[in-house]
């Protein structure tokens, strides 16, 4: 069966500080994998999403990027942390149907 | 540009009743629409995927429904318990990309 990890699980960052979070798909090949924010009662944001190793595709303009140096594996990353960058981070993966989500990784910028 | 709605008020029923949520759209035309579960602090769990052309779908205690003339869906629990209480977010999908578009989401909560 699939599964899915990220990690860490919660995140205490200054403002400025880089940023590197992964997300690993087991049990599944060549799956779209996605990187979500959620903020506080809000619903999803689509940050990056990716079809195929090194292909990505930005959805909103800001700090942060997105790599997937192989085919189950997508790393979101940013130089430097804004406070405005505090939420809840999450990654899914989809064959075409639905999607599957990790546990999420709660960011705090101060 | 597209948007999509869910009540923002939280859905309040008595264990045992069917709780009826709702998504409505505008600027889209989705080739499909899904639901998710999401509890608290946790990431959302899929629940059911109804495609343009399906009026009605069903899952156990679940049952969906997407009028394409409306814009609108609306997803059933039947015979509602207090472990189904949380957020129910509806998406819209379709294109090529495989992307989803969220609704920010109708918190349930049944009472036991």
């Known amino acids: 069966s699939q599964t899915i990890h990220q990690w860490p699980a919660t995140l205490v960052q200054p403002v400025g500080s880089p940023l590197s979070l992964e997300c690993t798909v087991e049990g599944t090949s060549n799956p779209n994998l996605y990187w979500y924010r959620q903020a506080a009662g809000r619903g999803l944001q689509l940050l990056f999403y990716s079809v195929g190793i090194g292909q990505i595709s930005s959805e909103v303009p800001q700090n942060l990027s997105a790599s997937r140096p192989q085919d189950r594996q997508f790393i979101l990353s940013s130089k430097k942390l804004l406070l405005s960058d505090s939420g809840f981070y999450l990654c899914?993966?989809?064959?075409?149907?639905?999607?599957?989500f990790g546990p999420g990784t709660r960011l705090t910028v101060l | 540009s597209q948007k999509i709605e869910q009540n923002s008020e939280a859905l309040n029923i008595q264990e045992g009743k069917t709780a009826t949520l709702t998504c409505n759209y505008t600027?889209?035309?989705?080739?499909?629409l899904q639901w998710y579960r999401q509890d608290p602090g946790r990431g959302p769990v899929f629940l059911l995927l109804i495609r343009e052309n399906e009026k009605e779908k069903r899952k156990e205690r679940l049952k969906v429904t997407f009028d394409t003339t409306l814009k609108q869906s609306l997803f059933h629990i039947t015979a509602s318990q207090p472990a189904d209480s949380a957020t129910y977010l509806c998406a819209l999908g379709g294109d090529s990309s495989y992307k989803l578009i969220f609704g920010s989401g109708t918190r349930l909560l049944v009472r036991p």
């Open positions: 600027n889209y035309s989705p080739a499909y």
């Open positions: 899914a993966w989809s064959l075409g149907g639905g999607q599957f």
